[in-house]
């Protein structure tokens, strides 16, 4: 009953924000949230619009304040470019770097873990290990792999930054969108990139564990 009762109260939340009457959505959503039977998946949705239509009616610094209430909740949280508007994103992209960069609370007391053996650099640093056992076609191949993945990465993430900065600093609508495009072409081979690094490094952990 508590769950048919919010499906009730989401609905007409849903209608309103595609209607773009986004003052009603900003000011039913918390009281939407705080209806029984709200499972976390539908308090995700309504405080993603709740965020939305904040930013629609330019009242960004609240819609900060709901971004970073969802990333203490999800902090791998992302928002899909091609489902949301790069005007809500640039808002929740500043939010999440901001909450990146805040230092951790250090507890209290701190239990010391000691290692019994230190990292073998041939764990961290992919080919170490194959160099080591003189399988050098393989050894070269994944440290030439790493080198040319994380200098791309690091190119990205400065080309994709730049490509951001111009795009929020662009006026005029066709100049937003090409600036849009170049932003988001960045962010994609940031990712990707990045998926790269992670794949090497694990296929030198494979083939480690297998030679040992």
């Known amino acids: ?89 640039a808002v929740f992209d500043e939010v999440k770097m901001n909450s990146a960069a805040r230092p951790v609370p250090m507890p209290a007391r701190v239990d010391t873990v000691r290692l019994r053996q230190p990292v073998p650099l041939s764990i961290l640093v992919p080919g170490i290990s194959q160099l080591q056992a003189h399988k050098y076609a393989k050894g070269y191949a994944l440290l030439g792999s790493t080198v040319l993945s994380l200098a791309g990465l690091g190119a990205s993430h400065v080309a994709y930054n730049r490509a951001r900065s111009e795009y929020l600093s662009a006026s005029g ?34 083939d480690g564990l297998r030679s040992r």
């Open 1 to 89: 009953m508590t769950v048919l009762l919010f499906l009730i109260s989401l609905s007409p939340l849903v209608e309103q924000y595609n209607a773009g009457n986004y003052e009603v959505v900003a000011a039913r959503a918390e009281s939407v949230l705080s209806e029984p039977g709200i499972t976390r998946a539908d308090s995700l949705r309504v405080s993603k619009l709740h965020a939305f239509s904040l930013i629609a009616l330019g009242r960004n610094r609240q819609a900060e304040t709901v971004f970073m209430r969802l990333l203490e909740q999800y902090p791998n949280l992302e928002l899909d470019p091609s489902e949301v508007s790069p005007k809500i994103r």
């Open 173 to 206: 609508s066709q100049q937003v969108l090409d600036k849009y495009e170049t932003a988001n072409a960045w962010y994609r081979a940031r990712i990707a990139l990045a998926g790269t690094t992670a794949a090497v490094w694990f296929v030198n952990l494979l």
